[in-house]
Nanobody, 122 residues
Framework: QLQASGGGSVQAGGSLRLSCEASGRTGVMAWFRQAPGKEREFVAAIRWADRGTRYLDSVKGRFTISRDNVKNMMSLQMNSLRPEDTAVYYC????????????????????WGQGTQVTVSS
């Protein structure tokens, strides 16, 4: 099971932090998001074994994904937020590891948390 927290409303340029705690063994964790009227898209992922990461191009340099092995928790620090970052953010996990080239593919993830709303106003 995955338990997500964080999110909220901020003005453009502000920051938010999302967290997601996993109850089982974790090989990879990721964040996806879905804005109204749009398809779900990959945001960022981290591999537990070597901290390998992958990011959506539009969030590179603004978002940072990290993991806490002790708490089995993943976090997403989101800085310099833009109105186009507004969406419901979902955490996802997979018990087995993944190659970096596959980290962005939703179908590889077995577990999904509840969504958390992020709203960025201009």
């Amino acid at each position: 099971q995955l338990q997500a927290s964080g999110g909220g409303s901020v003005q453009a340029g502000g920051s938010l932090r999302l967290s997601c705690e996993a109850s089982g063994r974790t090989g990879v964790m990721a964040w996806f998001r879905q804005a109204p009227g749009k398809e779900r898209e990959f945001v960022a992922a981290i591999r537990w074994a070597d901290r390998g990461t992958r990011y959506l191009d539009s969030v590179k340099g603004r978002f940072t994904i990290s993991r806490d092995n002790v708490k089995n928790m993943m976090s997403l620090q989101m800085n310099s937020l833009r109105p186009e970052d507004t969406a419901v953010y979902y955490c996802a996990a997979r018990a087995a590891s993944l190659i970096t080239g596959a980290l962005h593919t939703a179908r590889h993830y077995d577990y999904w948390g509840q969504g958390t709303q992020v709203t960025v106003s201009s």
